[in-house]
């Protein structure tokens, strides 16, 4: 954890830091930088213009050349200060990535010295818990920094799609019960539900739900919730005290064999290999 912002908070920690929420000066980026409030909540004034952020509810993506100051609402405890996260992403990695998602993307978040994306129905509990093991095994595995690297991607590629599905979400102005399903995905005992069950609380024929969420969303009902409970079991993996089998259990697979094979279908690999390769070769 770094406590001061200074000049050498990039070097130090090239991919992401977690700070105590104090007045941080103006100060100009020459990188792009997500940032958002972890506990406590912070005002950040971009160019001057007050951004309120609550905690993980909103991420803010500051664009290189934008003078950012960032005061805490509330006076920091000495017992138990706020923080707030910041993720940083050099200028050729951001253009290289925005282009595989959108090749006008790049060029669109360039346009607005800030973007903010609202993330209070996204399960950011659980990606802040990985970013928090990304900083104690940087540390540790200085001669795997290809595994930082690749897991910084991934994050980077999660952020950014976050703010595009919202983005078509707005656009589309899904039914209420569709908004209301995204809603809950965030939820580990609305991911544990079977497909049936939720259905059968939607007051519309099982027909016509599955026609008209395929029609707005593009994938199936079942599609997403299973997408949403693998990315959760991520979190999950973390922990070394559960096992595979426990994980498959406490997430309503039928078998291991069924929550190997989804998850397999999402990160192209099995949940040990993933696993593995989060805490490297120990």
């Not at 001057?48 to 003078?67: D, F, M, R, W, Y």
């Not at 980077?156 to 595009?164: A, K, S, T, V």
């Not at 019960?177 to 539900?193: A, G, H, P, T």
């Amino acid at each position: 954890m770094i406590e001061n912002y200074t000049a050498e908070t990039v070097a130090n920690s090239p991919y992401t830091a977690l700070l105590f929420n104090q007045h941080i000066p103006p100060h100009t980026h020459f990188f792009w930088e997500f940032t958002y409030a972890v506990n406590g909540s912070v005002i950040n004034y971009v160019n001057g213009e007050p951004v309120e952020c609550n905690p993980l509810s909103k991420i803010i993506l500051i664009k290189p050349g934008v003078t950012h100051e960032m005061m805490p609402k509330i006076q920091p405890s000495v017992s138990s200060p706020p923080q707030h996260r910041n993720i940083y992403v050099t200028v050729d990695k951001m253009k290289k990535i925005c282009s595989l998602l959108d090749k006008e993307l790049y060029a669109r978040l360039f346009d607005s010295p800030v973007t903010v994306i609202d993330v209070k129905n996204e399960n950011i509990e659980s990606f802040e818990h990985t970013l928090d093991h990304f900083n104690v095994y940087e540390s540790t595995f200085s001669t795997h920094m290809d595994l930082f690297e690749q897991l910084h991607t991934t994050v980077i590629f999660q952020l950014l799609g976050i703010m595009l599905k919202h983005q078509i979400r707005q656009k589309r102005e899904y039914p209420e019960w569709i908004e209301n399903f995204f809603d809950n995905l965030k939820l580990e005992s609305f991911l544990c539900r079977d497909i049936e069950e939720i259905i059968s609380e939607i007051h519309y024929s099982h027909g016509y739900i599955c026609r008209e969420f395929k029609k707005y969303v593009g994938k199936t009902m079942v599609q997403c919730l299973n997408e949403s409970r693998v990315a959760y079991s991520t979190v999950l993996l973390l922990d070394n005290s559960l096992s595979i089998l426990d994980i498959a259990m406490r997430l309503n697979y039928n078998s291991q064999s069924a929550y190997i094979n989804a998850f397999k279908k999402v990160y192209q690999v099995s949940p040990h290999k993933w696993r593995t390769r989060m805490f490297g070769e120990t």
